[in-house]
Every structure is written in structure tokens, then in C-alpha cells.
């Protein structure tokens, strides 16, 4: 069980375009899902926190217009890099808990991340 | 702050080696600790979990023992393989007005046949 679907694995795409990225939970409800960016050989950096039906929090330094974060319902969200450029390429990972884990502070299970690279 | 602290890899082992990947954090409260791993071009995947002091989590041969008295999480396995070249984080997940998980920098484990 608690599986994440992210998709697309892998996107290449030209400076200046919107790149969407989708992260699923696919047999639980996720109340809650985070977005991070992986730089290589690099730990993560966490990017925002969604809650579903409201709108994300995002860290400090990540700037909101760029990196447009939607979660309209408890099995998916969005994100959707806006503009693209060759600095926004990087490994982008989506995790997810449910509401029952929010309150239980139990582990978050992660999609498979996607690798973006802007030309 | 919250923070997690791991030792720099790369770590480079022979097959059948003893590894421990030391990690120690700084926390408010009361958190709990994971490992993850993360393979090659994939995501992070859960490798095992403390809640409490003195909890050991184990999984598929790996073990961690959650000590509050040195703020410790190592990670230990008996015996690595070839499969087990990856990247190991540990992490900590603690409520800051919502639960939030703080990794460490990762330790790349590199397993010699």
C-alpha cells in the first residue's frame, strides 16, 4: 500500500515553456503532499507543502509565480513550472501522507521524482 | 534548529562487508527517525523507522537503533551486496505546527563484488 505515482518520469523541453508535473496517491487519501528538488549528489530540498483545498506553503527562497503548486483534490497535485529555464533543471520529487499519518508523525512515501531538462 | 547530520560518503565497501552510516540530529520535542533510500534515478523509498527512544527499526537486513541520550540513528547491516549501492538518508519528522521532515545530505554507499 501508500503508493505515489509521479508523472512524467523524465521531461525535456526548450527554455521559456510550462512544464507540469503530476503526483498521485494512488490507495490513500493525502491530505498533505510535498514537493522537493533533488540537485545532483545533493539531499533534498523541500520546495512547498500542500494541503489539499488550500493553497501551498512555500519555503523560503522558493519563489511562488515560478513553481505554481495545485492540489485540488486528496489524490493529486500539481506542479507546474512556469517559464522554464536551463537553472530550473533538476530532479523534482513529490511525496504525500494521509490524513490518519499527518497526526501521527509517520513516515511520507515518495513518487519515483522526475528529471527536467530545459534546453 | 531541527537538522540531521550524516557522515560524507562516498562509502565504498567489499561485498560482505559490516557498514554503518552514522547519523545524529538536533530536534525540539519529540521526533521520530527514518531511514530512506534512494536508488539510481528513482525516488526515495522507505528503508525503516523509529518512533520512540530506544526503538530499533529493521528491514531487509538493515537495523537502527533510535538513541535519544546521543541523539543518534546509524545505520548498520551485517553483511552488504552488490544491491545495496545506493544513497541512504536519514531523516527525522517532527510538528512544527504541522509535521515536517528534515533530511540529512545522504550518504552514496558504493559495494564492491
Known amino acids: 500500500g501508500a503508493v505515489v505515482s509521479q508523472h512524467p518520469s523524465r521531461v525535456i523541453c526548450k527554455s521559456g515553456t510550462s512544464v507540469k508535473i503530476e503526483c498521485r496517491s494512488l490507495d490513500f487519501q493525502a491530505t498533505t503532499m510535498f514537493w522537493y528538488r533533488q540537485f545532483p549528489k545533493k539531499s533534498l530540498m523541500l520546495m512547498a507543502t500542500?494541503?489539499?483545498?488550500?493553497?501551498?506553503?512555500?519555503e523560503q527562497g522558493v519563489e511562488k509565480d515560478k513553481f505554481l503548486i495545485n492540489h485540488a483534490s486528496l489524490t493529486l497535485s500539481t506542479l507546474t513550472v512556469t517559464s522554464a529555464h536551463p537553472e530550473d533543471s533538476s530532479f523534482y520529487i513529490c511525496s504525500a501522507r494521509s490524513d490518519r499519518d499527518a497526526y501521527s508523525n509517520q513516515p511520507q512515501h515518495f513518487g519515483d521524482g522526475t528529471r527536467l531538462s530545459i534546453l | 534548529g531541527d537538522s540531521v547530520t550524516q557522515m560524507e560518503g562516498p562509502v565504498t565497501l567489499s561485498e560482505e562487508a559490516f557498514l554503518t552510516i552514522n547519523c545524529t540530529y538536533t530536534?525540539?520535542?519529540?521526533?521520530?527517525l527514518f531511514w530512506y533510500v534512494q536508488y539510481p534515478g528513482e525516488g526515495l523509498q522507505l528503508l525503516l523507522k523509529?518512533?520512540?527512544?530506544?526503538d530499533k527499526g529493521s528491514n531487509k537486513g538493515f537495523e537502527a537503533t533510535y538513541r535519544k541520550e546521543t541523539t543518534s540513528f546509524h545505520l548498520e547491516k551485517g553483511s552488504v551486496q552488490v544491491s545495496d549501492s545506493a544513497v541512504y538518508f536519514c531523516a527525522l519528522s517532527v510538528n512544527t505546527g504541522g509535521f515536517k521532515t528534515i533530511f540529512g545530505a545522504g550518504t552514496r554507499l558504493f559495494v564492491k563484488a
Open positions: 523509529a518512533t520512540k527512544a530506544d
Open positions: 500542500s494541503n489539499e483545498g488550500s493553497k501551498a506553503t512555500y
Open positions: 530536534a525540539t520535542g519529540y521526533p521520530s
